[in-house]
């Protein structure tokens, strides 16, 4: 138990001339009851009972002040919680949602999935590993646009992640504007470190900012571009024989993510690009700060409940037979 006001415990020092007081007016003599009657009583009763009958008024308005003192103390009882405040990370994660993304050569629980499956499953699983961080979604083709603006809301940001459809935004790939609009998103917004994950499987083709500008106009804001660069499944017959599916088209791709400092991640199976967003996850860690926030709960009601009872008992005690003559 805690008090909130413990120094007005010294008012109980009050007690001491009170009693001194009660002691010295007792030696003085003179009737303790208002009829001999009753001192014929007082003397047969046990040495407990008289001495309860001869202090009972003082015992009563003692314990009463007492309680009265609990009371003003303020009893709490402590309640403690613990809240985490995150230093914070914002995060804007651009995906591809091109007709590309529409191919079924990755594979998911041993069955071939598109690759948008593989996206809607592997970066929800990533939102779900940063919930201290603000984290927002921009969708691309022909054009991009904001699915979700910064938010600690990761359910409902699962929800849209989840609900990303192939062709949304049409069927080209226009990098340099999802840079440039996840950038807009996130330049205003106070934090330690801002950063922006691009997905995509194909090369730049219908951007009105180039994404080497784009990347350039990142660097300035100090935003750091991590690109991923989806490559044809590794499960598809053709890229096994063939080189000319891996890497031409993700060299853009690569210098995006050089310009602002980041990395870039080359995949062709689920796990692969599973690994690059744990890789992504450690490499870009937010720091917690913890603070602990104490709650105390009221708890004077007992102590005024019981002086009331004192309060009552004292009244009673002197209409009693027990009380004393003036």
């Known amino acids: 138990m805690h008090f909130a006001h413990p120094y007005l415990f010294l008012l109980l020092l009050l007690l001491i001339p009170l009693w001194v007081y009660y002691f010295s007016y007792r030696k003085k003599g003179g009737f303790s009851f208002s009829s001999l009657a009753l001192s014929q009583i007082r ?27 609990f009371v003003m103390a303020r009893p709490q009882l402590k309640r403690s919680e613990t809240k985490r405040k995150s230093s914070g990370l914002d995060i804007v994660l651009a995906v591809d949602a091109s007709e590309s993304m529409r191919q079924r050569d990755y594979v998911i629980d041993r069955q071939y999935a598109t690759r948008m499956d593989v996206v809607r499953k592997v970066v929800g699983e990533f939102v779900k590993h940063r919930p201290n961080d603000r984290i927002g979604l921009v969708v691309f083709g022909d054009f991009a646009f904001t699915r979700s603006p910064l938010t600690l809301d990761h359910d409902v940001l699962h929800e849209y992640i989840q609900g990303v459809e192939i062709g949304v935004a049409g069927g080209k790939t226009a990098i340099g504007d999802a840079i440039a609009v996840a950038v807009k998103r996130i330049k205003d917004i106070p934090s330690k470190s801002k950063i922006v994950i ?129």
């Open 43 to 69: 003397k047969q009763e046990r040495w407990k009972v008289r001495s309860f009958v001869s202090y009972g008024d003082l015992i009563f308005k003692s314990l009463f002040f007492l309680m009265l003192v």
């Open 198 to 326: 691009l997905l995509s499987d194909g090369e730049d083709n219908s951007s009105d900012i180039s994404p080497t500008e784009a990347a350039r106009l990142a660097k300035t804001l100090k935003t750091k571009v991590y690109t991923v660069g989806m490559e044809r499944g590794s499960q598809n017959m053709l890229s096994r024989f063939s080189g000319r599916f891996r890497g031409d088209h993700l060299t853009a791709l690569k210098e995006i993510a050089e310009i602002t400092d980041a990395k870039f991640f080359r995949v062709n199976t689920t796990e692969n690009l599973r690994d690059v967003y744990k890789e992504i996850d450690r490499l870009e860690k937010t720091e917690i700060e913890t603070k602990e926030f104490i709650e105390f709960d009221e708890a004077y009601f007992p102590f005024a409940v019981a002086g009331l009872v004192f309060f009552i008992f004292d009244i009673l005690f002197g209409l009693s037979r027990f009380r004393r003559i003036p």
